[in-house]
């Protein structure tokens, strides 16, 4: 029997399957868009021809390509283009960023609205919360909309008010605010989705979206970034979204796979979408709901009040009749689900929710999940590995977070040492998949993301000596897997990704180090020489 050929062979030293803790010597085999098998370095006899590529990456780390958990890749595509969208994330002041606004609205005199977003009043050299009133001093003819660095929370002018016709009288919407003055009149801040929403669907039809995900998809391609898990919502009110990927795919040029997940609430409209678009490189495998808010906006839905604010605990978007509802709904029409939970609050009603379905059901078995957990308390850790649930998690919005020092106000030292426990989850028996959240994340970068986890230190700069709260810390090898083989799991993906074997999908990238023989806290600065996507090598650094 003759012996299959490879087109690409991957020798090395440092080979980081996925399946063990450690790297091996060997090759990796790809025949087509598939991984034909890993061998010793003694065993490749019968698999070169002439059309044989064999690729010699000495110690530099071969391992599978990344996948990122959690992202909004239409919104993030359009807030990274520089020509329709003002990046306020280095801003110090608000000053700085309504001269960014003026700046941009007199080099793009005929974008219909200014729009940015980024800005964090926490990190600002004097953090306090910004006013319309300096935007309005602009004289601008033109609504400006900002949205903050979570995209939870929008900051706009009066001409942005007057033009979606929010005034002082306005009622808020269920899960939403319209900040106010002490005067009683509208300073210009919306909180939370439902109050941002109207504006953001104004502004957020994008005709060149097609263009911008190009570009982002380059960006991908330079990171290693193989695989994403397209959250709901979208970001954008383009109703052409999953047309367009499709139509990247049939061109060739989606070289990032996008698993999507529509909305828990349509549950029928993602079983459609699902049956439309269900190939290798773009298919819907579940569902999401945003459950509650974020903990600087006092949104996130806490067990206790927040400390700088005894009145409020915070909100969810559902009440947990409705939550339970639309759970069960999407279990049994075989539709994995993702909670967005923030508080401790929230994470408690999310896997009450997946407890009232189990016990309608008699078990679960999709791969549900928890997204973000910023806060949970022990004894729901201890409800994970029970109910079957893990947690797809954003390291650098840990780090983030405690270096802006906008949790410590609002939750107190005690809570704020239990934030984020990555190290409990994990060794309570759930997995964690890693992701960014983008764009709302310094960056899109896993290797930032790695870091992170496994120094608990912040990646721009470094900070703090010895990380923040670093018993909460992974290892390298869990932190990998987190941003492969169990991102791969969340999407239930696994079959075809997340791990170097045979058989699988032929996604892997080549670092310029290897990640094991470094210094950790030098990760942050490890580069992706090689991707290879779908068989194909799609970037040579």
Known sequence: MMTEKADYILKGNAIFTGNDDEPQAGCVLIKGNRILKVVPLSRLTGYIDKNTTVINCGDHLIMPGFNDSHMHISLGSVQNDPDFCIQMMDCKSEEECVQMV??????????????????????????????????????????????????????????ALEKIGITKDTPNPQGGIYGHDEDGELNGILYEPPATKAMMDEVLNVPTLKQSL?????????????????????????DNIPEIFDELEKSGELTTRITSFPSLTDVKGAKELQAKYHTEKHRVAGVKQVLDGVVEAHTALLSKPYDNDPTVSGDASLTQNELNKYVLEAQEADLPV????????????????????????????LHNSIEHIDMIRQDDIDRLKKLNIMCCVQPQHCTGDYMSGGYLPCIGQERLSHTWPYREILDSGSHLGFGSDFPAVYSVSPMWSIYAAVTRCEPNEGKPDGGYFHEHAVTLAEALQAHTKWSAYAETFEDDLGTIAAGKLADIIVLDCNLFKIDPMDIRFAKVDMTISDGKIVYRR
Not at 214 to 238: I, M, Q
Not at 342 to 348: K, L, N, P, V
Request: some cysteine.
């Open 102 to 159: 003026k700046d941009f609205a007199d080099s793009h005199p005929d974008n219909p609205w200014i729009y940015g977003t980024g800005w964090y009043s926490e990190v600002w050299d004097q953090p306090h919360t910004p006013s319309k009133k300096s935007l309005d001093a602009l004289n601008l003819d033109r609504p400006v909309c900002l949205n903050s660095f979570d995209l939870h929370s929008v900051w706009c002018n009066e001409v």
């Open 214 to 238: 190009l570009k982002c998809l380059k960006h991908f391609r330079e990171l290693g970034l193989t695989s994403v898990a397209d959250v709901y919502p979208s970001g954008l009110t383009n």
């Open 338 to 365: 993702k909670i967005h939970a923030i508080g401790d609050q929230a994470s408690t009603m999310a896997l009450d929710a997946y407890q009232y379905a189990k016990d309608k059901l008699g078990k679960l078995t």
